[in-house]
């Protein structure tokens, strides 16, 4: 259990730096030594009082060189207004990400909140007891961090039972669906992401009738890196990579070699393979070194 112990502090006025004001809040981060780029966090909430500054939740990711955090918080502020909020500070200012809801007026004191948190790729989706409240896009997705929990307020936050529960990144193929680019699926993408700690799917994992564009978005979102085979020219998988490259999402290109690039992706690096024996064993060491990069990252 962690009890944050806030207190009312000053703070100068945004709008006029020289005027300086007495009822600001205290804030407060705490780290665990849990490091998380996708997975599940979870604590139970509770405020000892309500005011027109409080807000706790759980940091999805940060970086302590830059004090940039990313927070899924319940908060009752009055130039906010929502009450379930993912919210982003750049080192000096707070930015809501697209997808508050709820009344931020409406927030209780002395009621344990159940607060869970998945991130997915580029996807935080927020519960609170129960009902899912937001789903926010986060672009680029989440580098590997320190989770935690912030607090904001002027009186006690309790927060009992944080939890945070590492899930194994996800790669999204994409590559035609024949021969022999099944053969390279199944005998080097696969095995490989697999060893390297990755679930990897491939997009006619899902293709079928019920198969829709939303369902490929929500994939790549999803996922921490997109691979793409480009070697035949496919109008899906160009898709696909485009709308990868929109969301800034790491996206590893692959291309048998002597393949003649198409001009607007002439400028990206691609991995290059040969089918042969020799061929192959480059091919694995390139995969696993850019992954290794991605997944460092």
Known sequence: ??????KMVPFNDPNDPSTMHNDGADSGV???DTA?????LSANI????VTDKTQAGLILWSDPSTSEIIVAVLSRQPWTGPMFVIRRFDGKTWHDLPGSSGDGSIL?????YEVQVRVEGSTATMTVDGVQVTKSFIPAGLRQSSAGIYCFSRTKVTIADFKVEPERPKAFVVMQFTQ???ELWTGVVEPICRNKGVDAKRADDDYGPGMIISDVVASIRESAVVIAEITP???NVYYEVGYAHALGKPTIL????GTKLPFDISGFRVLMYENSIDGKAKFEQGLIKHLDAVLSQ
């Open 233 to 235: 020219t496919n109008a």
């Open 254 to 257: 692959i291309a048998e070699k």
């Open 46 to 49: 509770t405020f000892d009082e």
């Open 36 to 40: 998380i780029s996708s997975g599940l």
């Open 30 to 32: 705490l780290l665990a």
């Open 1 to 6: 259990m962690a009890v944050f112990h806030g």
């Open 108 to 112: 209780r004191a002395k009621h344990s």
């Open 180 to 182: 022999p680019f099944n």
